[in-house]
């Protein structure tokens, strides 16, 4: 066995008889029959072969429950069998003498857990991949290095950076009290920009986030990236890609697989749940505490793309602050009161979003838009934009760009 | 007839191992190429055929017509099951799912847990065997509706439907009427019901886009629909994420690409070369498929994610996921254009009919030799073109 084979072996229970294998009745024994073999193959000598074959079938019968109904209603516990089966299969690739291959194949099988699954033995998958990342050899980090030397240009695009006129500037105040933040901006419902909050970040310090920073951190983590001019569109899709890829394909100049009219956004993803150490550069604004919620149900989210992706206009169940890291947004918001000039699409999937396209509005189709009164702003690094529940909020990317949300209530 | 499997056997449900202690073979675990199926065996010695077959992911079920109309269940079984079930004697249908055998007689239906060892079923139902409908059964359907995978089993159904032949898919329902129109119901989150929406229905709804043609029989898979018209043109709808429907598929050649640089030893950074080709991932409208151009389709089976058809000339051919080696062309691969399975053609041998399991495919053979003549294997286009 390799040394790598062992280190994952000793972060595992001592022997079969400790190594967990619990499951609801939602979970057919055909299948809990499987998951036997493979843990009874994990401590015997079985051929690689055999190992990651049954392996996979955990991941094909899971993975297909998981298809099954609404993501909503997937049960947990099938959740739970496609992180044995990413546990199992990388037991399997890295038992002998992996090659660098594997080794990043198996840094993607535990990504597709944390991103799939639900959690087992103590977030095991989470341990897994620390140590596989310390496992990727200097030769991989060079081959990535090599095409970032020749990739210099970052893509620029927005000339258009908009000008704020001053009746319509979204007001902004530097470290307010929590009492006057919740009196004349929370309570009735306004939108604020919050300077000086967010400067003590690692994020915007001692860690600042750079596009070398993030391939560093998570270059070789594997991500959900959305496709396509916005989600609105018909061909929008969504993919998977390691953070290198996204950065190579998307945010550099280097490589444009279709000449560059697809933007890729790693939008609305739990980013900072995925990859812990990225959570340390941040920390969740003081003023969350005036929501009814914990702390554990804010949800984090990372928005990381070029130049040029929209967000169209829409509404959010919860409040918002968004945080802007790096680059710079413009962001234009109406209130639910003017609702009726905002024309939601009728489907159940897209209500809470405006048929209108906010920068270049279709008057024919659309006559009381431009009669909503709005207010917009450009966000620059050190910004936090307090948008209240339920506002209307457009987004569009002026540079490459990094904020972070956070939805609280 | 004669059965031959092909496709996921990790519970010997179609070969059983030699030696069971060997779990180092994973050749047995999944079959890429065709196995006959043993007959069963009486008491007296005397060797019978299966008359029929139906398969759920772990086990496979099979009807001996003549031996009294007895069934066996292989595969994920304890001992008190292996062999023929004694309560079986007299069945005339069968039908498995993942967690019950159903059994239909003459006078009653019955369905059984597999993972309990009781004497009883969990489910019974009379059968009228004065009323006219009594020869209506052909499982899932039932006199008055259908019979589910899991309790609660039964689904009435309305008298006005016709009912002829019935399929249950993943989170589906396709119905056949005796006239010969097409309805769906269940979830449609993947086109499968071919409404042209994705939205679910909790009714059947008629497939308007079939309206006007004759359709013979119906099939479901685990999010797709195939049915077969009186003419012997295949229609195919819903999800294509593994060819399935035999339409482009973008994610199985993103896949084969990503394997051919991993075989070069590269990372896979290439920019997709393809010319301008359009894929479907889902079809949320009937569409009409050419199997090939030389013969007409006779019946159709689906898998979880793959399709396998029986052209009026005896041939096999099968599409769709195929990493259990479910298409039968001896290999891992999946496919979204259909192939023949050159097996059947290679033995002489002339199949009649074909049965799939989610994960595996069961072809029904003539015992007869004598086919039609040899036709070449081209590429297949589809759509009529």
């Known amino acids: ?409 | 007839m004669r059965w031959f499997g092909f496709g996921f056997n990790a519970f010997q449900q179609i070969k059983t191992l030699k030696n069971p202690e060997n779990s180092g073979l994973d050749a047995e675990e999944r079959l890429s190429s065709p196995t006959e199926l043993k007959g069963h065996v009486n008491r007296d010695g005397r060797c019978f055929e299966f008359s029929q077959i139906r398969a759920s992911w772990s086990r496979r079920a099979s009807l001996h017509s003549d031996d009294a109309g007895c069934v066996c269940v292989a595969g994920f079984v304890n001992d008190s099951c292996r062999g023929v079930i004694k309560q079986s004697r007299g069945c005339r249908d069968v039908f498995i799912s993942e967690s019950h055998l159903t059994l239909a007689f003459l006078d009653r239906v019955e369905c059984w847990d597999l993972q309990s060892s009781d004497d009883t079923p969990s489910w019974t139902m009379g059968i009228d065997t004065q009323s006219k409908s009594s020869a209506a059964v052909n499982l899932p359907l039932v006199p008055g509706g259908y019979i589910a995978s899991k309790p609660p089993f039964f689904h009435s159904l309305s008298p006005h439907m016709q009912a002829k032949s019935l399929a249950l898919g993943g989170e589906h329902v396709i119905l056949l009427t005796a006239t010969g129109a097409v309805y769906t119901w269940g979830q449609g989150s993947h086109g499968q019901l071919g409404h042209g929406g994705l939205l679910p229905e909790e009714e059947p709804r008629t497939v308007e886009a079939l309206w006007g043609m004759k359709m013979s029989s119906v099939s479901a898979g685990g999010w797709h629909s195939v049915c077969i018209s009186d003419a012997g043109d295949l229609y195919v709808w819903g999800w294509n994420e593994s060819g399935q429907l035999g339409l482009p598929s973008q994610r199985l050649r993103k896949t084969s690409e990503k394997k051919t640089d991993q075989q070069e030893g590269e990372l896979s950074q290439n920019s997709s070369t393809h010319q301008e080709e359009v894929f479907i991932s889902i079809q949320a409208f009937p569409a009409l498929f050419d199997v090939t151009p030389l013969c007409e389709v006779k019946t159709v089976s689906c898998g979880s994610r793959h399709t396998a058809a029986v052209t009026t000339s005896g041939d096999l051919y099968t599409w769709g996921w195929g990493e259990y080696g479910q298409l039968g062309h001896q290999s891992f691969s999946s496919s979204d254009e259909p192939q023949r399975v050159e097996f059947f053609r290679a033995q002489q041998l002339r199949v009649v009919g074909v049965v799939c399991g989610p994960w595996n495919t069961f072809a029904a053979v003539a015992n007869e030799e004598g086919l039609a003549p040899e036709h070449p294997t081209k590429p297949l286009n589809k759509h009529g073109e």
Request: with cysteine.
């Open chain 1, 1 to 409: 066995m390799s040394s790598l084979g062992s280190k994952i072996l000793s972060t595992l229970p001592a022997d079969e008889e400790q190594f967990p294998l619990q499951f609801s009745d939602k979970v057919e024994p055909s299948v809990v029959e499987v998951l036997r073999r493979c843990r009874k193959q994990l401590y015997g000598n079985a051929a690689c072969a055999s190992r990651r074959l049954n392996a996979q079938i955990i991941l094909d019968v899971s993975w297909e429950r998981l298809n099954t109904g609404t993501w909503r209603h997937v049960d947990k516990e099938w959740r739970r069998v496609y992180s044995y089966g990413c546990l199992f299969k990388v037991a399997a690739l890295c038992r002998e003498n992996p090659s660098q291959q594997e080794i990043l194949e198996a840094v993607r099988t535990c990504d597709m857990g944390l991103l799939m699954g639900a959690a087992i033995m103590d977030d095991i998958l989470q341990v897994l991949v620390r140590i596989l990342q310390n496992e990727i050899s200097e030769t991989s980090k060079d081959k990535e290095k090599s095409v970032e030397v020749v990739a210099k240009k970052l893509k620029t695009e927005g000339p258009r950076s908009p000008s704020i006129r001053e009746e319509k500037a979204v007001p902004r105040i530097k470290c307010p009290s929590l009492e006057s933040f919740s009196t004349n901006y929370l309570l009735p419902l306004k939108p604020v920009i919050l300077e000086g909050i967010i400067d003590h970040w690692p994020a915007l310090n001692n860690h600042p986030w750079s596009i070398e920073y993030l391939r560093s951190v998570a270059g070789f983590r594997t991500v959900p990236v959305e496709v396509g001019s916005r989600y609105t569109d018909e061909s929008w899709s969504q993919t998977l890609l390691t953070v290198n890829e996204f950065i190579d394909r998307y945010i550099l100049d280097e490589i444009s697989p279709d000449g560059g009219t697809s933007r890729g956004y790693l939008a609305q993803h739990q980013l900072f749940d995925q990859i812990p150490e990225l959570k340390e550069d941040i920390r969740i604004p003081d003023y969350c505490c005036l929501g009814e919620g914990d702390e554990d149900d804010i949800t984090i989210n990372a928005w990381f793309g070029p130049a040029g992706t929209v967000s169209p206009l829409h509404q959010d169940p919860q409040q918002n602050f968004l945080a802007q890291v790096v680059g710079s947004k413009y962001i234009r918001l109406f209130s639910p009161e003017d609702t009726d000039k905002l024309y939601p699409h009728q489907s159940q999937l897209l209500h809470n979003t405006s048929q209108v396209e906010v920068e270049n509005p279709n008057a024919e189709l659309f006559p009381e838009f431009s009669k909503a009164p709005y207010l917009e702003c450009v966000l620059e690094p050190g910004d936090v934009l307090f948008i209240p529940v339920k506002h209307w909020h457009y987004v569009r990317s002026l540079q490459v760009s990094f904020s972070v949300s956070f939805w609280w209530s």
